[in-house]
């Protein structure tokens, strides 16, 4: 009996793992067929085309058609990882999405009202009305009520261009603003959000501010704790906006392989009857 068993448990995940090298190949497959359409018509959607899969019916035309499948092998394997990431990205925020969709967009802005509004009278006692920690509680407070009211508006727009430029970067400031106000409050969280900001504030003022000397005015007058705390809220919210660009063109280029009709589980390869 215990073979029995053994030999079904070898049998599922030999067809575990064939799935997932089917679902790599056919990733991979769409990848590159996206990459030659950039040149060539009728490449991706050849199988669902009366014409078929363009080909080249010259000498010159076949080189430049191989030249460019060439070029597309390492391009394509160096976007493959990031495609995973995009497929991690929209799996998860698919799951935000749906649990903002049940309770609509009013739901949304009253339930951070509730919370920022919490926090920020919790920084009134703490604080003082008078203090700058409050001050900078209420405008993270704010700021990550206003961007989840905008992420939800302009999700609900449609189109990946307005998701991309405005709904991403608004749901990742609401995402990053929370550990942020903690950190104030919390000595245990600070050690890790308010000390890891630091080194982060220096990269961007060595690589990405340096520009025009901007990284000197920046860094002679401002101060991370300056104004209760407030400049560490400024500095995510300036790492917020970019990563929500990078991670919306990530789940784009997901949806070039996988799309958005299917499982969007990375852990999983794309369907069998994609291919």
């Known amino acids: 009996m215990w073979r029995g068993a053994f030999a079904d448990k070898m049998a599922t995940e030999a067809r575990s793992r064939d799935g997932v090298v089917d679902g790599v190949r056919i990733d991979?497959?769409?990848l590159h067929e996206t990459w030659m359409e950039l040149l060539f018509p009728r490449?991706?959607?050849a199988k669902h085309s009366v014409l078929g899969k363009w080909q080249p019916s010259s000498t010159v035309d076949t080189a430049k058609y191989r030249l460019w499948s060439a070029v597309?092998?390492?391009v394509v394997g160096l976007l493959y990882p990031l495609m995973l990431v995009g497929l991690a990205t929209r799996f998860y925020a698919r799951r935000f999405d749906s649990a903002a969709t049940r309770i609509g967009l009013v739901g949304v802005v009253v339930l951070m009202t509730l919370i920022w509004g919490g926090?920020?009278?919790l920084a009134r006692v703490q604080f003082g009305a008078n203090a700058r920690g409050f001050y900078a509680v209420l405008a993270a407070s704010i700021v990550a009520i206003a961007a989840s009211g905008l992420a939800m508006t302009f999700r609900s727009v449609g189109g990946r261009a307005v998701s991309v430029a405005v709904a991403y970067p608004f749901g990742m400031t609401?995402?990053?603003l929370p550990p942020v106000v903690a950190a104030l409050f919390s000595p245990a969280v600070g050690d890790v959000v308010l000390?890891?900001?630091v080194p982060l504030a220096e990269w961007l003022l060595d690589k990405v501010f340096f520009v025009g000397g901007f990284d000197e005015y920046l860094s002679?007058?401002?101060d991370l704790d300056q104004w209760g705390g407030l400049g560490y809220v400024i500095l995510w919210f300036v790492v917020a906006v970019p990563l929500g660009w990078v991670l919306g063109i990530l789940v784009s280029l997901a949806n070039l392989a996988r799309p958005s009709g299917e499982d969007d589980d990375p852990r999983a390869g794309a369907?069998?009857?994609a291919e």
């Open 28 to 30: 991979l497959i769409r």
């Open 43 to 45: 490449q991706r959607t």
């Open 72 to 74: 597309g092998v390492p």
């Open 119 to 121: 926090l920020t009278v």
């Open 174 to 176: 609401a995402v990053l």
């Open 195 to 197: 000390t890891g900001s």
């Open 220 to 222: 002679s007058n401002y």
């Open 271 to 273: 369907a069998p009857d």
